[in-house]
């Protein structure tokens, strides 16, 4: 699985599926959705720029990662997305042995996913969860929540607590604990699989404007990610490819 070189991020070149079949059958891997928002962050910022790059495996999440992979490298990158990768991964693992834990959220949003999956996919092992309060990074890394994982050892760890939190909170605990599992950050995915929130249509995502959907949803929190930072996106991806030309 190669990496290809996008701002001064290296994303992946892989499909949906080759993801969830790498996750449900290999194992100490980690995982970074990366948008638009992650890249530009990661462009102003070497630390966070070190961090997500020593992830083993780094997605297209958003239209404008994919649209740039298949732009430079020519090649047929898609969109492999936090939603996408949860419930193909989830639903995939149907009456096997692979066993799954959430982290983040509320207790509410994961408690509607568990029934969700208990309804439609019974044979799916969601052996736990853990819902913390708003804390920092080196709070959360602490024994008082990953005491039950380490006793666990699911096979797959679903981080959901926000970029880069999630992503500086995996990289910690891989440092910390000897852990076998694959831990996997994915935003707000929780809340669009519970229902809690609206996920932009498969459509609009397709063409670019799952940023629009979104921004409607929540202006305040979002205007400044997708009207700088989507800007931003494209002057620096302009740069690149004009220089690698």
Not at 77 to 105: A, C, E, M, P, W
Not at 107 to 113: A, H, T
Not at 186 to 208: H, M, Q, R, S, V
């Amino acid at each position: 699985m190669r990496k290809l070189r996008i701002l001064k991020t290296n994303i992946s070149e892989l499909t949906l599926d080759e993801l969830s079949q790498t996750l449900l059958t290999e194992s100490n891997k980690t995982v970074a959705v990366c948008n638009a928002n992650s890249l530009v962050r990661s462009y102003k910022d070497a630390d966070l720029q070190n961090t997500i790059n020593s992830f083993d495996i780094c997605t297209p999440d958003g239209f404008p990662v994919a649209m740039a992979s298949r732009l430079l490298y020519r090649n047929k990158q898609q969109r492999v997305d936090g939603f996408k990768i949860f419930n193909n991964t989830l639903i995939k693992s149907d009456n096997t042995s692979v066993t799954h834990y959430f982290f983040g959220n509320t207790e509410e949003v994961v408690m509607k996913i568990i029934n969700k999956y208990k309804r439609y996919f019974p044979g799916v092992n969601i052996v736990g969860f853990c819902c913390p309060p708003f804390l920092n990074v080196d709070e959360l890394a602490s024994e008082q929540y990953f005491s039950e994982i380490m006793e666990l050892e699911p096979d797959i760890i679903w981080f959901s607590l926000g970029f880069p939190k999630q992503e500086k909170l995996i990289s910690l605990v891989k440092q910390k604990y000897s852990l076998s599992s694959n831990l996997v950050g994915i935003g707000f995915t929780f809340d669009w699989t519970a229902g809690t929130k609206y996920k932009a249509p498969e459509l609009l995502a397709n063409i670019g404007l799952e940023w629009l959907f979104r921004l409607i949803q929540e202006p305040k929190r979002l205007y400044k990610r997708y009207l700088i930072d989507n800007s931003l996106f494209i002057l620096y991806f302009l740069r690149q490819a004009f220089f690698k030309r």
